[in-house]
């Protein structure tokens, strides 16, 4: 009866413990105080310029970078002035070189000027004491914001962006004069005349002999077996003094030959083909790149580049990549002597389809 009494005594007294221990209000969590914390160093002292010193001298470094900014509208301008004054001769090998080294001297100096110029501003004129920017999130309050404009009117103030007034202007007339040589450069890339019509129209004429690229060897058509490829080019390619690039690119053509039954010719264009014999544009509908691998097996031409991939059974039908239409195709026969020629040009512009928003 004791050790009941005693053991229901002990219970009592553990639920009270813990009836006051739930009751009871949080107690504080107990911190460790660390004394081996590194203090923080803070901010060196701002070590001054010259020019934050000597007023003759920050003059005399606005005048340094503006000079700069000046050298760069310069420099541009010789750019394009030497692009013209200089051009390429096709005939005059030495012409290249004028033209790349006066053309690259003048770009160099538009961007070394205004490149150089920003770097001295930054280090001469700006203000070089240092600071922490903290964290904030993507959008910020409108104190932050209001925090913003302070920090950024602050910034104009120690740039001197709105003040050193020679510096600003000649800073941007370098950028607006940066870009000209590009877009003199860029602009004289385009044909003067109209494009469609120099693409429409090739070496390829009625009667012209189909040749190999780059020997220009005449084709028999007998010597095209079934699975085999061709480069061609037009007969008289290879003897042209001057454009010979420019008319190769518009004229190249491959060749193959099919077995007659795979061949899913329209009613238009079965006498475009002899015994089974096409010739397509080696140019890429898509941007010009040249469709140079031909797959025996499926009758498939693949442009490596971008990966289009035409089906020469079916008129060159594009069937995977970004191309847009069809390779064109050149009309072929064969002349008395069984040699292949064009019965044609191409009905079509070759290359790339930008022609077709103006139609």
Request: charged residues 20%; hydrophobic residues 40%.
């Amino acid at each position: 009866m004791a050790d009941s009494h005693d053991g229901a005594a002990t219970s009592g007294a553990a639920e009270t413990a813990v009836e006051r221990r739930e009751n009871a209000a949080p107690s504080p969590g107990v911190a460790v105080a660390r004394t081996d914390r590194v203090p923080n160093p803070g901010f060196p002292p701002e070590r001054l310029r010259v020019t934050d010193m000597d007023p003759a001298k920050e003059k005399q470094a606005e005048r340094t970078v503006s000079g700069l900014f000046l050298l760069s509208v310069v420099g541009s301008v010789l750019a394009v002035v030497a692009y013209i004054a200089f051009p390429i001769d096709e005939a005059d090998p030495s012409s290249i070189r004028l033209n790349n080294l006066f053309l690259g001297l003048g770009i160099t100096l538009g961007l070394l000027g205004i490149g150089i110029g920003a770097v001295h501003w930054s280090k001469a004129l700006m203000h070089g004491h240092e600071l922490v920017e903290q964290r904030h999130p993507t959008r910020g309050s409108d104190e932050t914001r209001a925090k913003a404009l302070e920090i950024f009117s602050e910034s104009n103030k120690e740039s001197g962006f709105t003040r050193r007034s020679l510096v600003r202007n000649t800073l941007i007339g370098a950028i607006v004069a940066t870009p000209i040589p590009a877009v003199v450069l860029f602009r004289d890339l385009a044909p003067a005349e109209d494009p469609i019509g120099l693409l429409r129209h090739t070496m390829w004429e009625a009667g012209t002999r189909l040749t190999r690229d780059p020997s220009g060897t005449p084709i028999l058509a007998s010597e095209v077996t079934i699975g085999s490829a061709f480069h061609v080019i037009p007969d008289g390619l290879a003897q042209l003094e001057s454009h010979k690039l420019e008319e190769k690119a518009k004229a190249a053509v491959l060749l193959m030959r099919l077995p007659v039954d795979r061949l899913n010719e329209t009613e238009e264009r079965r006498s475009w083909s002899y015994d089974g014999i096409v010739a397509y544009s080696k140019i890429c509908t898509h941007v010009g790149c040249p469709v140079a691998l031909y797959e025996q097996q499926t009758h498939h031409l693949l442009c490596p580049c971008h990966q289009s991939e035409f089906d020469v059974a079916n008129h060159a039908a594009v069937i995977f990549g970004p191309a847009a239409r069809p390779l064109p195709q050149l009309p072929i026969s064969v002349d008395d002597e069984g040699y292949l020629i064009a019965t044609s040009d191409f009905t079509e512009p070759v290359g790339p389809s930008f022609w077709e928003r103006e139609l």
